[in-house]
Nanobody, 117 residues
Framework: QVQLVESGGGLVQSGGSLRLSCAASGSIFSINAMGWYRQAPGKQRELVAIITKGGSTTYQESVKGRFTISRDNAKNTVYLQMNSLKSEDTAVYYC???????????WGQGTQVTVSS
């Protein structure tokens, strides 16, 4: 399995920026893609952004132009740069490792992001 450790969450004012990090360890070879998800109270967990093994990125419509997902393969780390934060971005953000066939997907513990007005 892959172990994921998120960091970088916190409190930020609307319009501000925050960068989340997700460090992966373990069965790195089994990772096909890495993504960031978020879940606000009373809402379903939703995809925020994903970056594939080939480097392609996908974003939730509401964060396009504001968030950027990137990776540092040498450090086995994925980042989520969040700019122009809005109150609706408030949620627990989870890192996810999507596995290749035969391996389970893994999740980090989550990091709280709170955007104040």
């Amino acid at each position: 399995q892959v172990q994921l450790v998120e960091s970088g969450g916190g409190l930020v004012q609307s319009g501000g920026s925050l960068r989340l990090s997700c460090a992966a360890s373990g069965s790195i070879f089994s990772i096909n893609a890495m993504g960031w998800y978020r879940q606000a109270p009373g809402k379903q967990r939703e995809l925020v952004a994903i970056i594939t093994k080939g480097g392609s990125t996908t974003y939730q419509e509401s964060v396009k132009g504001r968030f950027t997902i990137s990776r540092d393969n040498a450090k086995n780390t994925v980042y989520l740069q969040m700019n122009s934060l809005k109150s609706e971005d408030t949620a627990v953000y989870y890192c996810n490792a999507k596995a290749i066939t035969g391996f389970k997907d893994d999740w980090g513990q989550g990091t709280q992001v709170t955007v104040s007005s």
